[in-house]
Protein backbone atom coordinates (compact mmCIF):
# COMPACT_ATOMS: atom_id res chain seq x y z
CA UNK A 1 0.00 0.00 0.00
CA UNK A 2 1.37 3.40 -0.40
CA UNK A 3 2.06 5.33 2.42
CA UNK A 4 0.56 7.95 3.94
CA UNK A 5 1.45 11.16 2.26
CA UNK A 6 2.78 14.22 4.31
CA UNK A 7 3.16 18.00 3.22
CA UNK A 8 2.55 21.50 4.94
CA UNK A 9 -0.68 23.09 4.71
CA UNK A 10 0.68 25.82 2.37
CA UNK A 11 1.38 22.89 0.17
CA UNK A 12 -1.55 21.15 0.76
CA UNK A 13 -3.97 24.38 -0.29
CA UNK A 14 -2.34 25.10 -3.14
CA UNK A 15 -2.67 21.29 -4.23
CA UNK A 16 -6.60 21.60 -3.51
CA UNK A 17 -6.73 25.33 -5.22
CA UNK A 18 -5.13 23.96 -8.31
CA UNK A 19 -7.17 22.83 -11.14
CA UNK A 20 -4.30 23.53 -14.34
CA UNK A 21 -1.15 22.52 -13.81
CA UNK A 22 -0.10 25.82 -15.31
CA UNK A 23 -1.39 28.08 -12.94
CA UNK A 24 1.07 29.07 -9.85
CA UNK A 25 -0.02 32.60 -8.46
CA UNK A 26 -2.22 32.82 -5.62
CA UNK A 27 -4.36 35.59 -7.67
CA UNK A 28 -4.79 33.32 -10.82
CA UNK A 29 -6.00 30.46 -8.75
CA UNK A 30 -8.53 33.06 -6.91
CA UNK A 31 -9.55 34.26 -10.59
CA UNK A 32 -10.09 30.05 -11.77
CA UNK A 33 -12.39 29.79 -8.93
CA UNK A 34 -14.07 32.92 -9.47
CA UNK A 35 -14.66 32.43 -12.95
CA UNK A 36 -15.66 28.70 -12.55
CA UNK A 37 -18.36 29.32 -9.81
CA UNK A 38 -19.79 32.38 -11.50
CA UNK A 39 -20.36 30.48 -14.42
CA UNK A 40 -21.95 27.26 -12.09
CA UNK A 41 -24.10 29.55 -10.31
CA UNK A 42 -25.89 30.72 -13.58
CA UNK A 43 -27.05 27.29 -14.16
CA UNK A 44 -29.89 24.86 -13.37
CA UNK A 45 -27.99 21.87 -11.81
CA UNK A 46 -29.94 18.87 -9.92
CA UNK A 47 -27.71 16.29 -7.85
CA UNK A 48 -28.94 13.17 -6.01
CA UNK A 49 -26.34 11.91 -3.96
CA UNK A 50 -26.23 10.96 -0.29
CA UNK A 51 -23.48 11.39 2.70
CA UNK A 52 -20.30 12.17 0.15
CA UNK A 53 -22.26 13.87 -2.10
CA UNK A 54 -23.22 16.00 1.00
CA UNK A 55 -19.59 16.28 1.35
CA UNK A 56 -19.49 17.64 -1.75
CA UNK A 57 -21.91 20.42 -1.03
CA UNK A 58 -20.32 21.56 1.96
CA UNK A 59 -17.18 22.04 0.17
CA UNK A 60 -18.74 23.96 -2.64
CA UNK A 61 -20.34 26.30 0.15
CA UNK A 62 -16.89 26.79 1.30
CA UNK A 63 -15.37 27.69 -2.14
CA UNK A 64 -18.11 30.05 -2.56
CA UNK A 65 -17.76 31.72 0.60
CA UNK A 66 -14.08 31.87 0.21
CA UNK A 67 -14.20 33.24 -3.17
CA UNK A 68 -16.97 35.35 -2.49
CA UNK A 69 -19.33 34.39 -5.12
CA UNK A 70 -22.40 32.96 -4.38
CA UNK A 71 -23.71 29.98 -5.32
CA UNK A 72 -27.86 29.54 -4.89
CA UNK A 73 -28.32 25.89 -3.47
CA UNK A 74 -31.63 24.58 -2.42
CA UNK A 75 -32.62 21.19 -1.26
CA UNK A 76 -35.84 19.73 -3.29
CA UNK A 77 -36.69 16.11 -4.14
CA UNK A 78 -37.61 16.77 -7.75
CA UNK A 79 -36.26 18.15 -10.70
CA UNK A 80 -39.12 20.12 -11.22
CA UNK A 81 -38.84 22.25 -7.99
CA UNK A 82 -35.24 24.19 -8.80
CA UNK A 83 -35.14 27.34 -10.12
CA UNK A 84 -33.60 29.11 -12.64
CA UNK A 85 -29.74 30.10 -11.22
CA UNK A 86 -29.73 27.30 -8.91
CA UNK A 87 -27.46 24.38 -7.74
CA UNK A 88 -30.77 21.69 -6.62
CA UNK A 89 -29.37 18.55 -4.53
CA UNK A 90 -31.68 15.31 -2.92
CA UNK A 91 -30.96 12.91 -0.59
CA UNK A 92 -31.70 10.28 -2.83
CA UNK A 93 -32.78 6.42 -1.31
CA UNK A 94 -31.66 4.35 0.01
CA UNK A 95 -28.33 3.45 0.90
CA UNK A 96 -27.11 0.11 0.19
CA UNK A 97 -29.63 -0.12 -2.40
CA UNK A 98 -27.81 1.39 -6.09
CA UNK A 99 -30.91 0.04 -8.43
CA UNK A 100 -33.21 1.72 -6.53
CA UNK A 101 -31.27 4.85 -6.20
CA UNK A 102 -30.65 5.17 -9.93
CA UNK A 103 -34.54 4.15 -10.28
CA UNK A 104 -35.59 6.74 -8.04
CA UNK A 105 -33.23 9.44 -9.91
CA UNK A 106 -35.57 8.85 -13.07
CA UNK A 107 -38.69 9.23 -10.76
CA UNK A 108 -36.89 12.35 -9.65
CA UNK A 109 -36.46 13.99 -13.35
CA UNK A 110 -39.90 13.63 -14.36
CA UNK A 111 -42.18 12.54 -17.11
CA UNK A 112 -41.46 15.31 -18.97
CA UNK A 113 -38.24 17.22 -19.88
CA UNK A 114 -37.39 18.68 -17.14
CA UNK A 115 -35.76 21.77 -18.38
CA UNK A 116 -32.49 21.44 -16.43
CA UNK A 117 -29.36 22.33 -17.60
CA UNK A 118 -27.26 20.00 -15.72
CA UNK A 119 -28.46 16.72 -13.62
CA UNK A 120 -26.42 13.74 -11.94
CA UNK A 121 -26.69 10.61 -9.65
CA UNK A 122 -23.92 9.77 -6.81
CA UNK A 123 -23.51 6.40 -5.87
CA UNK A 124 -21.60 6.01 -2.60
CA UNK A 125 -19.07 3.40 -1.27
CA UNK A 126 -21.82 1.64 0.97
CA UNK A 127 -23.73 0.67 -2.46
CA UNK A 128 -21.34 -1.47 -3.90
CA UNK A 129 -19.49 -4.52 -1.88
CA UNK A 130 -17.45 -7.50 -2.82
CA UNK A 131 -20.50 -9.47 -3.65
CA UNK A 132 -22.33 -6.89 -6.28
CA UNK A 133 -22.44 -7.45 -10.00
CA UNK A 134 -20.85 -4.39 -11.01
CA UNK A 135 -21.56 -5.32 -14.67
CA UNK A 136 -25.33 -5.50 -13.84
CA UNK A 137 -25.28 -2.12 -11.86
CA UNK A 138 -23.29 -0.64 -14.52
CA UNK A 139 -25.96 -1.92 -17.64
CA UNK A 140 -28.78 -0.31 -15.41
CA UNK A 141 -27.51 2.43 -14.78
CA UNK A 142 -26.33 3.01 -18.86
CA UNK A 143 -29.93 2.19 -19.56
CA UNK A 144 -31.54 4.56 -17.33
CA UNK A 145 -29.21 7.54 -18.37
CA UNK A 146 -30.11 6.64 -21.93
CA UNK A 147 -33.77 6.74 -21.51
CA UNK A 148 -33.15 10.03 -19.75
CA UNK A 149 -31.43 11.73 -22.69
CA UNK A 150 -33.82 10.33 -24.58
CA UNK A 151 -36.09 12.47 -22.78
CA UNK A 152 -34.52 15.54 -21.54
CA UNK A 153 -32.42 16.51 -24.86
CA UNK A 154 -31.67 19.63 -23.37
CA UNK A 155 -29.91 18.52 -20.30
CA UNK A 156 -26.47 17.13 -19.89
CA UNK A 157 -26.12 14.38 -18.04
CA UNK A 158 -22.71 14.02 -15.86
CA UNK A 159 -21.41 10.72 -15.10
CA UNK A 160 -19.80 10.13 -11.59
CA UNK A 161 -17.66 7.28 -10.31
CA UNK A 162 -18.29 5.37 -7.19
CA UNK A 163 -16.23 7.06 -4.02
CA UNK A 164 -13.81 4.36 -2.21
CA UNK A 165 -12.61 3.48 0.99
CA UNK A 166 -9.27 4.28 2.45
CA UNK A 167 -7.43 0.65 3.27
CA UNK A 168 -8.44 0.01 6.53
CA UNK A 169 -6.49 -2.11 9.51
CA UNK A 170 -7.03 -3.94 12.86
CA UNK A 171 -7.81 -7.86 13.21
CA UNK A 172 -11.68 -6.92 11.78
CA UNK A 173 -10.09 -6.27 8.88
CA UNK A 174 -7.84 -8.87 8.95
CA UNK A 175 -10.72 -11.11 9.04
CA UNK A 176 -12.47 -9.57 6.14
CA UNK A 177 -9.61 -9.98 4.04
CA UNK A 178 -9.27 -13.32 4.72
CA UNK A 179 -12.76 -13.84 3.46
CA UNK A 180 -12.25 -11.81 0.61
CA UNK A 181 -14.30 -8.86 1.95
CA UNK A 182 -12.22 -6.81 2.88
CA UNK A 183 -11.87 -3.38 1.64
CA UNK A 184 -9.62 -3.98 -0.93
CA UNK A 185 -12.01 -6.49 -1.99
CA UNK A 186 -14.93 -3.84 -2.10
CA UNK A 187 -12.91 -1.28 -3.85
CA UNK A 188 -11.77 -3.86 -6.94
CA UNK A 189 -15.50 -4.21 -6.76
CA UNK A 190 -16.24 -0.13 -7.18
CA UNK A 191 -13.50 0.09 -9.68
CA UNK A 192 -14.89 -3.07 -11.63
CA UNK A 193 -17.65 -0.33 -12.08
CA UNK A 194 -15.64 2.82 -12.55
CA UNK A 195 -13.86 0.96 -15.34
CA UNK A 196 -16.81 0.17 -17.15
CA UNK A 197 -18.06 4.07 -17.36
CA UNK A 198 -15.02 5.19 -17.56
CA UNK A 199 -14.77 3.09 -21.23
CA UNK A 200 -18.59 3.84 -22.05
CA UNK A 201 -17.89 7.49 -21.71
CA UNK A 202 -15.06 9.14 -21.29
CA UNK A 203 -14.13 11.56 -24.09
CA UNK A 204 -18.13 11.52 -25.08
CA UNK A 205 -19.35 12.69 -22.41
CA UNK A 206 -18.47 14.57 -19.08
CA UNK A 207 -17.35 12.42 -16.02
CA UNK A 208 -16.52 13.14 -12.59
CA UNK A 209 -13.87 11.07 -11.52
CA UNK A 210 -14.64 10.99 -7.85
CA UNK A 211 -12.69 7.61 -7.20
CA UNK A 212 -9.65 9.16 -9.53
CA UNK A 213 -9.71 12.88 -6.78
CA UNK A 214 -9.96 10.34 -3.94
CA UNK A 215 -7.23 8.09 -5.06
CA UNK A 216 -4.92 10.87 -5.97
CA UNK A 217 -2.03 12.01 -3.02
CA UNK A 218 -1.62 16.17 -2.54
CA UNK A 219 1.75 14.97 -4.45
CA UNK A 220 -0.18 13.37 -7.36
CA UNK A 221 0.85 9.98 -6.75
CA UNK A 222 -1.07 7.35 -6.83
CA UNK A 223 -2.65 5.15 -3.91
CA UNK A 224 -3.09 1.71 -4.45
CA UNK A 225 -3.63 -1.37 -2.58
CA UNK A 226 -2.21 -5.20 -4.23
CA UNK A 227 -5.29 -7.36 -3.96
CA UNK A 228 -5.03 -10.82 -5.70
CA UNK A 229 -2.02 -9.58 -7.86
CA UNK A 230 -3.70 -6.27 -9.12
CA UNK A 231 -2.77 -2.78 -7.96
CA UNK A 232 -6.15 -1.49 -6.89
CA UNK A 233 -7.11 2.42 -6.18
CA UNK A 234 -7.79 3.34 -2.75
CA UNK A 235 -8.91 6.47 -1.00
CA UNK A 236 -5.82 8.45 0.49
CA UNK A 237 -6.56 8.64 4.33
CA UNK A 238 -5.32 12.47 4.23
CA UNK A 239 -8.84 12.95 2.47
CA UNK A 240 -11.10 10.94 5.56
CA UNK A 241 -11.26 10.63 8.95
CA UNK A 242 -13.47 7.19 9.23
CA UNK A 243 -11.90 5.54 5.89
CA UNK A 244 -14.97 6.66 3.52
CA UNK A 245 -16.22 10.20 3.98
CA UNK A 246 -14.39 13.30 3.28
CA UNK A 247 -12.73 15.24 5.61
CA UNK A 248 -12.33 19.02 5.17
CA UNK A 249 -9.14 18.84 3.29
CA UNK A 250 -11.20 15.92 0.75
CA UNK A 251 -14.14 17.87 0.85
CA UNK A 252 -12.22 20.94 -0.78
CA UNK A 253 -10.38 19.02 -3.22
CA UNK A 254 -13.14 17.20 -4.47
CA UNK A 255 -15.23 20.05 -4.78
CA UNK A 256 -12.88 21.91 -6.22
CA UNK A 257 -12.51 19.19 -8.96
CA UNK A 258 -16.35 18.80 -9.01
CA UNK A 259 -16.81 22.88 -10.12
CA UNK A 260 -14.18 22.90 -12.68
CA UNK A 261 -16.08 19.63 -14.31
CA UNK A 262 -19.58 21.23 -14.15
CA UNK A 263 -18.17 24.68 -15.50
CA UNK A 264 -16.69 23.37 -18.26
CA UNK A 265 -19.64 22.33 -19.89
CA UNK A 266 -20.93 23.93 -22.51
CA UNK A 267 -23.68 26.37 -22.85
CA UNK A 268 -26.89 25.99 -25.24
CA UNK A 269 -26.82 27.18 -28.00
CA UNK A 270 -28.78 30.61 -28.13
CA UNK A 271 -31.74 30.77 -30.08
CA UNK A 272 -31.88 33.52 -33.28
CA UNK A 273 -35.53 33.95 -33.21
CA UNK A 274 -35.27 35.16 -29.24
CA UNK A 275 -31.55 35.91 -29.03
CA UNK A 276 -31.72 33.67 -25.56
CA UNK A 277 -30.20 30.20 -24.52
CA UNK A 278 -32.70 27.85 -25.68
CA UNK A 279 -33.50 26.65 -22.09
CA UNK A 280 -34.28 29.95 -21.11
CA UNK A 281 -38.59 29.92 -20.33
Not at 19 to 25: R, W, Y
Not at 200 to 213: N, S
Request: with cysteine; aromatic share 8%.
Amino acid sequence: MSGIKFMTSAVLSLAISLANPAIVSADEVDATIRAELEHVSQRRIFFAHQSVGENLIEGIRQLSATAGVPVHMVETPTASGVPPATFGHTFIARNGEPFLKVENFEHALGSQPSGIDIALVKLCFVDVNADTDAKALFEYYRATITRLQAKNPGTTFVHVTLPLTSEQGGTKEFLKRVLGRGSSAQNARREEYNSLLRNTYQGREPIFDLARVESTAPDGTEVTVKWNGVFIPAMDPAYTSDGGHLNSAGKLRAARKFISILAAIPDRPVSHETGSLIHSK
